[in-house]
């Protein structure tokens, strides 16, 4: 079966810093990937890549038919293309202060993909039962709590019917009370077979979700499979880092 993402020979540097180097993996549809590793080794570099937020210096990303050789500039239809293909939930919710939560949904299908704002809605609705928070459609962003932000802002990323969602620390920016109701969210997302790639430091999360697993270290993937790297790292500097985790945690 054809991976539904490929990210093959990644590389990316900021002026002197080389973020990525020659960064791959795969990864089928309806499986969940996470991201682990120190603070700056790369891993939300690799999210803005597969986005294009961030354009990388050479390397190939293909998110289903949709694909952009970095090695020449791409142009915008690639670019358009392949950021149709995924939705992006960042650390902070980056939601509209002065749209409502039902205006935060709409605006992209409306604006950016042009479907009818009746139908945009009747989805946003359906996407805010899915995430629990059903009856805020006019709630503005500073009446909500931190997970609830967080939740719209997932709901308004699946909005806009991505084959793949790209979360970066997506609890990182909450109060340690509201991190569980966000990762619930994740785990009924994972479960309905989204396919999911997710940075995150909430190891045992990810112990219940993984399918992959990719552990980088000053751009490199150090360590790759299952959840048992999780449990069972082989390499000496991913047991450092889990102890380190979990230790805090």
């Known amino acids: 079966m054809t991976d539904l993402i490929e990210v093959h020979g990644l590389e990316k540097s900021f002026g002197p810093h080389h973020v990525l180097r020659g960064v791959d993996f795969a990864a089928p549809a309806g499986s969940v990937t996470v991201l682990l590793g120190p603070s700056g080794s790369g891993k939300t570099t690799i999210l803005r890549s597969m986005n294009v937020l961030a354009t990388p210096d050479a ?32 650390q902070a919710h980056n939601l509209f202060p002065h749209k409502t939560v039902l205006g935060n949904l709409i605006e992209g299908p409306v604006q950016v993909q042009k479907r009818s704002p009746d139908e945009a809605a009747a989805d946003a609705r359906a996407l805010l039962e899915q995430v629990g928070l059903s009856g805020r459609e006019d709630a503005y962003p500073s009446q909500l709590s931190g997970g609830q932000q967080q939740r719209v802002g997932i709901a308004r990323a699946l909005a806009l019917k991505p084959e793949v969602l790209l979360l970066d620390e997506p609890t990182s920016a909450l109060d340690p009370e509201l991190v569980g109701e966000v990762l619930a969210v994740i785990r009924d997302l994972a479960a309905e077979n989204w396919t999911l790639v997710i940075v995150t430091h909430e190891v045992h999360f990810a112990q219940d979700v993984a399918d992959q697993v990719l552990f980088l270290d000053e751009g490199v993937v150090a360590e790759r499979g299952g959840a048992e790297v999780l449990t069972d790292p082989q390499e000496e500097r991913t047991r450092r880092f889990l102890a380190r985790m979990l230790d805090a945690g």
């Open 59 to 90: 390397g190939v990303v293909r998110i289903g038919d949709s694909s952009i050789d970095f090695s020449r500039p791409p142009d915008r239809r690639a670019i358009k293309s392949l950021r149709a293909r995924s939705g992006m939930v960042f």
